[in-house]
């Protein structure tokens, strides 16, 4: 059975950083792209970065531009997102999860597969 854990969020103030993990199970992902969503409440979930099977091509959104790094341990099956910088806008359920299209259509949440449960991230202003 594959499953997805994200973990590693919490409440934190503005400007202070946060590394996320997402440990996957059940098979190897690493043939497959990877990626990061956040929802905030009362919002639709929305991309934020995302990264090839290697590891060296990763796709973010303007938002966390220069703030957000994406990498991932295919020994681990683990997918990383190093968040710094971070905002009150920031605040959201982070989800990771794996892309079905091949990175065709990286930013559409509607191409992945295999959710985790999220973990929350709560930044104070």
């Known amino acids: 059975q594959v499953q997805l854990v994200e973990s590693g969020g919490g409440l934190v103030q503005a400007g202070d950083s946060l590394r996320l993990s997402c440990a996957a199970s059940?098979?190897?992902?690493?043939?497959?792209?990877m990626g990061w969503f956040r929802q905030a409440p009362g919002k639709e979930r929305e991309f934020v970065e995302a990264?090839?099977?290697?590891?060296?091509?990763?796709y973010y959104a303007d938002s966390v531009k220069g703030r957000f790094t994406i990498s991932r341990d295919n020994a681990k099956n683990t997918v990383y997102l190093q968040m710094n910088s971070l905002k009150f806008e920031d605040t959201a359920v982070y989800y990771c999860?794996?892309?079905?299209?091949?990175?065709?259509?990286?930013?559409?949440?509607?191409?992945?597969?295999?959710w985790g449960r999220g973990t929350q991230v709560t930044v104070s202003a």
């Open positions: 059940g098979r190897t992902f690493n043939r497959d792209y």
């Open positions: 990264i090839n099977w290697s590891g060296g091509i990763t």
């Open positions: 999860a794996v892309d079905r299209s091949g990175g065709s259509y990286i930013r559409n949440r509607q191409s992945y597969d295999y």
